[in-house]
């Protein structure tokens, strides 16, 4: 096994206090050296573009150091993306005898868990930062544990990427059709085409009969937000006016999402707010998707911002939203906008959605990688990243399915089937999972490459020239088709749910080197609590058993 020591942070690094300059030697104009005076510009992991620079400097952070906040909120970190000048607000550390990306991933690690002085932390000094413990292994156990979280921290840039792209794809289609029928189309006001109805008043609640939609449930997309619902208790004949259904458009008149419409998608009774308005459009004349889509595009903020009032708070009362212009196409031309603009908002989405798993990735394999689970590696396999595009469009030929599933079809084959696919499988939310696999997938949906594309669904199908996969018969192609056709009688009419559950029960037994059922189940609520009935433990644990995976999995 390998031996985890410990040692103080001031061991192991260089930690240098901020000092900010006098104020007379900061610009905004690039002149000197990037001034950081705390954790306001933090990134998620690297420091954002500088707002400020100074002529004097006092402190220094080099590229690459790592930034911690020693004001309230205290122990935040991020990575210098360059070299910097720092304030009184951040402290540098500099790696001397540790991986400098291993020593960054642990303060990240304990982040919420570093206090300073006082009852609500608002400081902590050079000394206590020195003090910190901190788990010291062979260096190339250290450069494992960064690389595969620097793994996904890349896959995460490169999504982020892909959503910006979406974004400026969505934004790009939806100006040229509106520029096309601002010209070739009647112009009418809002006030010809809709009829602005104004929401309940009422004290949001935690509980109640309906969920009540206000401003702040709008995010900065005009897309409704799932979390911090509130609620209010009405009657049926109370809440009828103001009852919410699929398809509904829904203005927010002041506040920070002034102007913002919301298309509402959700199926939960619910009802609307006194400071949005619902806009009842005539549907025989326009399409409610379209307006959505139109009140995307600057057409429409154009006027927004010309025609709000109020000083510091803007309001954009049913009055003003009247006299909003815009055009109006016949209903079928409407519709093919909306199928020509919609997919690459969609696929933005999809993103999104991938953006919020990585997310849960990241923490879970930085809180697995410090909590004393250094297990010792097996012999590492060099991973191919052409056989692994391989392993997966072998699945896609012969079933249509989401990353997960495909994580776990791949998971089968190799710690049972020992297909040699060179993954490094970790425990985590949605189960036994590696990033490769994420990136093998994005590779191989690149415009060069075109080996996968991706459906609305969510599925991963095969794409334009996924020919090329198939043309090589490596090794590894030949060893997941032998294990597709003993594994697919199993799994190809098996649900997600089904499939996790098999590869979940696996991994625990895998991990816990046990096959005793009752290990199983506390190992199952310990990590997806909820997520399993006993029964679907049971049906998949008696599985692996009648194939014999157990002998294999705790050996």
């Known amino acids: 096994m390998n031996e985890i020591t410990e040692k103080t942070l001031g061991d192991v690094a260089e930690v240098i206090a901020g000092q900010s300059p006098e104020g007379k030697y900061y610009n905004s104009d690039g002149e000197g050296l990037p001034f950081y005076q705390g954790k306001t510009d933090f990134g998620s992991i690297f420091l954002n573009s500088p707002t400020y620079w100074t002529t004097h400097v006092t402190k220094v952070a080099e590229q690459g150091d790592t930034l911690m906040s020693v004001r309230a909120p205290v122990g935040s970190v991020n990575i210098a993306t360059q070299k910097i000048c720092i304030g009184r607000g951040l402290a540098a550390i500099r790696a001397k005898d540790i991986n400098q990306s291993f020593l960054f991933f642990f303060l990240k690690s304990i982040e919420k868990l570093i206090k300073g002085n006082g009852a609500v932390f608002d400081a902590i000094n050079i000394s206590q930062i020195?003090?910190?413990k901190v788990p010291v292994l062979p260096p190339d156990v250290q450069a494992k544990v960064a690389d595969r979280l620097e793994k996904i921290i890349q896959a995460q840039k490169y999504n982020d990427d892909l959503i910006e792209r979406a974004d400026k794809l969505f934004h790009a289609l939806l100006y040229k059709e509106l520029s096309k029928v601002t010209k070739d189309s009647k112009i009418v006001e809002l006030d010809d085409i809709l009829d602005p109805r104004y929401g309940y008043t009422a004290s949001a609640q935690k509980a109640g009969s309906y969920?009540?939609?206000?401003?702040?449930?709008?995010?900065?997309d005009g897309e409704l937000i799932k979390e911090d619902k509130k609620y209010i208790e009405l009657n049926k004949e109370e809440a009828n006016p103001y009852l919410l259904k699929k398809g509904d458009l829904l203005l927010a008149r002041t506040g920070a999402t002034f102007g913002k419409?919301?298309?509402?998608?959700?199926?939960?009774?619910?009802v609307f707010a006194s400071f949005l308005i619902r806009l009842n459009?005539?549907?025989?004349?326009?399409?409610?998707l379209f307006i959505w889509l139109f009140t995307r595009s600057e057409f429409y903020w154009h006027q927004a911002r010309r025609l709000m009032v109020g000083g510091g708070q803007p309001q954009f009362n049913g009055n003003q939203l009247k006299k909003i212009k815009i055009p109006l196409p016949s209903i079928k031309i409407q519709k093919q906008i909306i199928s020509n603009v919609l997919p690459a908002l969609q696929y933005k989405h999809s993103l999104i959605a991938e953006e919020s798993k990585l997310g849960e990735l990241f923490y879970s394999v930085l809180s697995q990688s410090f909590v004393g689970r250094f297990a010792e590696s097996k012999e590492e396999v060099k991973i191919n990243k052409f056989a692994l595009q391989q392993a997966i469009a072998a699945i896609l030929q012969q079933f249509e399915r989401g990353e997960m599933v495909i994580a776990k079809v791949l998971y089968i084959a190799q710690e049972i089937y020992q297909v040699p696919l060179g993954f490094r499988f970790a425990a985590h939310n949605f189960g036994p999972y590696d990033t490769e696999i994420k990136r093998s997938l994005m590779a191989g949906m690149s415009t060069y490459n075109q080996f996968f594309t991706r459906k609305d669904t969510g599925a991963y199908a095969?794409?334009?020239n996924a020919a090329k996969l198939f043309k090589y018969q490596s090794k590894t192609l030949g060893s997941m088709k032998a294990v597709l056709k003993d594994l697919l009688p199993y799994i190809k009419n098996a649900d997600s749910s089904a499939i996790e559950c098999v590869a979940t029960v696996c991994k625990i037994m895998q991990d816990n080197k046990t096959d005793d059922l009752e290990v199983v189940k506390q190992k199952m609520i310990e990590w997806k609590k909820d997520r399993f009935s006993t029964a679907q433990v049971k049906g998949a644990y008696d599985f692996v058993l009648s194939k014999g995976w157990d002998k294999k999995l705790t050996i």
């Open 130 to 132: 020195e003090k910190i």
């Open 211 to 220: 969920r009540i939609v206000r401003i702040t449930d709008i995010n900065s």
């Open 261 to 270: 419409v919301l298309h509402y998608q959700d199926t939960e009774p619910a």
């Open 281 to 288: 459009p005539d549907t025989k004349i326009i399409d409610p």
């Open 462 to 464: 095969l794409g334009a």
